[in-house]
């Protein structure tokens, strides 16, 4: 059995990540903000996956054993908080919108973690303010735990560009389409179409922070066309993929 690293306090500082580099499994005491500044991160938890470019941040609660992946060059911001610390009232990891002030809060307190100064308190004070008021966003990609739908789940992790039914795919793994159906919605608390458009956006942010072309990633992920990639995307992130931040 793999012994999962504890790290008792949750480290306020700054890093430095290569593109396909990893923070192994490990939990905290306190909780934590994660954000890469440049770069896309994923954190992976026994629940699923939680993707966040540079627009977005992931609040990680005290006690959860989770994993980081960096994709592109990461410059990674870690807050850590007091277990006894919740602005935001939440229980388990969530993805949160970054904005221009609150990205700048987040690199200006990380930079300096062993200041004790008023100005700092009131930098910190500033921040937890500002994290309050973001708004959370549906980034998470949830892992099932049925094996029928781990199995189909598998499947589109390995080409999120198959664009069989669930009726085909329920053929291979050896279940009807209503089964399934009734599945995605009671483990993972979705349908089967937006489970397989957050895969698809996850992998396109991948894509994207090791640059590679707009076309070439709407055609890897299964849209139908650049266009269609486009306009979801706008509409998850509220930019277009071509003006991503990268770094």
């Not at 008792?8 to 499994?25: F, H």
């Not at 992931?58 to 911001?77: C, N």
């Amino acid at each position: 059995m793999t012994q999962i690293r504890h790290q008792p306090v949750a480290p306020t500082d700054t890093r430095r990540l290569a593109s396909g580099g990893a923070i192994d499994a490990h939990r905290h005491d306190d909780h934590q903000i994660v954000y890469a500044r440049r770069g896309v991160l994923t954190v992976t938890t026994s629940a699923g996956t939680w993707v966040a470019p540079a627009t977005r941040a992931i609040w990680v609660p005290a006690g959860t054993v989770h994993a980081h992946q960096a994709h592109g060059e990461l410059e990674l911001h870690l807050v850590g908080l007091p277990a006894t610390e919740n602005p935001l009232a939440l229980d388990v990891p969530t993805v949160l919108a970054v904005s221009p002030l609150l990205r700048e809060l987040i690199v200006a307190f990380t930079r300096s973690p062993d200041d004790d100064s008023p100005e700092r308190a009131r930098l910190r004070a500033v921040l937890l303010d500002q994290l309050r008021a973001s708004p959370q966003q549906p980034l998470h990609l949830p892992t099932p735990a049925s094996p029928l739908l781990r199995a189909v789940c598998d499947i589109l992790r390995a080409d999120p560009a198959d664009g069989r039914t669930l009726a085909q795919l329920g053929r291979e793994v050896g279940a009807s389409a209503r089964t399934l159906s009734r599945l995605f919605r009671a483990d993972l608390g979705m349908t089967f179409p937006q489970w397989r458009t957050q895969l698809r956006l996850h992998v396109a942010l991948v894509l994207l922070a090791e640059r590679t072309p707009v076309t070439a990633v709407a055609h890897r992920c299964g849209w139908s066309s650049a266009s269609a990639f486009i306009d979801v995307f706008r509409r998850t992130f509220g930019h277009t993929p071509g003006s991503h931040p990268t770094g």
